[in-house]
């Protein structure tokens, strides 16, 4: 029998990808995403699609249970759907911070306590949440996003030892820059909050989509996270973590360096490319 995989995010980029690679690997797929029309593509390659937002709570029971009734099992779950608000931490309003967690944080939550209880039932089962680098190193500019990536990574990190009794494995997958529609999106998120002139640098960089995302020097193909992700939900112990591309793995290290000493790098690049 096939084993199933339920994505979530799946209209662009590593979500899309990630449904395609499942399906060459003959899973049966579910590839959701907030607006089926935009993936009536993987729909032709035989995934089965769903309409999906994560914040909404109807949604997820209905595409679990649908889940489960059609195939009767969930071996793998992909959270993947997230996006970044950008901007210095005190113009951003705390309604839009809110929105960044309710996606980012809340919506991997819900559809964990959605799906670990049939998981826990078979005693099987692979939960992989895509996280970021920047979960791990926070950068100006980028407090908000980064504070909702090192809030998932912390929570797969608590996750990942209890849900070990089960017989579920919990992994963290962790990109740098991806060649993706990710900047230009971040970036429109920094052009609806109020821009206050105290912090023109930081926009400035931010408005750079060369230097803050996947068009920049270090950005990988959503092909690579998804070769990593597929790897994950296949493999009888995979890793706790997957940094992906050198970005990631220099974060990683990056993060291990005094406070201080980031703090300088971080001040430098600002008067730079400021």
Known sequence: MEKTVCITGCSSGIGRETARQFR??????????????????????GCETAELDVTNDVQIQSVIERIVE?????????NNA???????????????????????????????????????????????????????????????????????????????VEASRFGVDVVLVEPGPVKTNFSNRATDSANDIPRSSEYSDIYSVIDDTQAIGGDGPGAIAPMEVAD??????????????????????FGSFARLL????????FKLALKIMG
């Not at 003959?26 to 993987?42: F, H, K, M, N, S």
């Not at 059609?70 to 992909?78: M, P, Y």
């Not at 959605?114 to 998981?119: A, G, I, K, S, T």
């Not at 692979?126 to 920047?134: F, G, K, M």
């Open 228 to 249: 990593w992700i597929v790897h994950a939900a296949s493999a009888t112990r995979p890793n706790a973590r997957y940094p992906v591309g050198k970005a990631a793995k």
């Open 70 to 78: 059609e195939t009767g099992r969930i071996d793998c779950l992909v």
């Open 258 to 265: 005094p406070d201080s000493l980031r703090d300088t790098a």
């Open 24 to 45: 060459e690997e003959e899973w049966t797929v579910y590839a959701t995403a907030r607006d089926p029309g935009d993936i009536a593509d993987l729909a032709e390659i």
């Open 82 to 160: 997230g996006y970044g608000q950008l901007g210095p931490v005190e113009d951003i309003p705390v309604r839009e911070v809110e929105r960044q967690f309710d996606t980012n944080v809340y919506g991997p939550h819900r559809l964990v306590r959605e799906v670990l209880p049939h998981m826990r039932e078979r005693g099987d089962g692979t939960i992989i949440n895509v996280s970021s680098v920047a979960g791990r190193v926070a950068f100006p500019g980028g407090g908000v996003y980064c504070g909702s990536k090192a809030a998932l990574e912390s929570m797969t990190d608590s996750l990942r």
